[in-house]
Nanobody
Framework: QVQLVESGGRLVQAGGSLRLSCAAS????????IGWFRQAPGKEREFVTA????????TYADSVKGRFTISRDNAKNTVYLQMNILKSADTAVYYC???????????????WGQGTQVTVSS
């Protein structure tokens, strides 16, 4: 089992930047693919980005492509989400999740963090 803890969410102005972190205490973390998802009030949870266990593959939702970057440091058991040129539409609770399958589908992810709130003011 993998326990995930997100951090870094806060209030930021539109056009600004933010970096989220997803940390795990287990060394097995480095064998999992990691995804970031988000859920805005009144909306379904949606895929944002994913990174393979090695970091060699990444996938982005069209809505964040070119603005967000996912990366990982397996020595630190941490995955990062760098978010630039933030928009009010990016306001949501952001979750990281771990999966044994590289996927953008929520149902493929077995372990989830508690989420961190990102609020973008316009």
């Amino acid at each position: 089992q993998v326990q995930l803890v997100e951090s870094g969410g806060r209030l930021v102005q539109a056009g600004g930047s933010l970096r989220l972190s997803c940390a795990a205490s287990e060394r097995t973390f480095r064998s999992y693919h990691i995804g970031w998802f988000r859920q805005a009030p009144g909306k379904e949870r949606e895929f944002v980005t994913a990174i393979s266990w090695s970091g060699g593959m990444t996938t982005y939702a069209d809505s964040v492509k070119g603005r967000f970057t996912i990366s990982r440091d397996n020595a630190k058991n941490t995955v990062y989400l760098q978010m630039n040129i933030l928009k009010s539409a990016d306001t949501a609770v952001y979750y990281c999740a771990a999966s044994g399958t590289y996927s953008s589908e929520i149902r493929q992810y077995d372990y989830w963090g508690q989420g961190t709130q990102v609020t973008v003011s316009s």
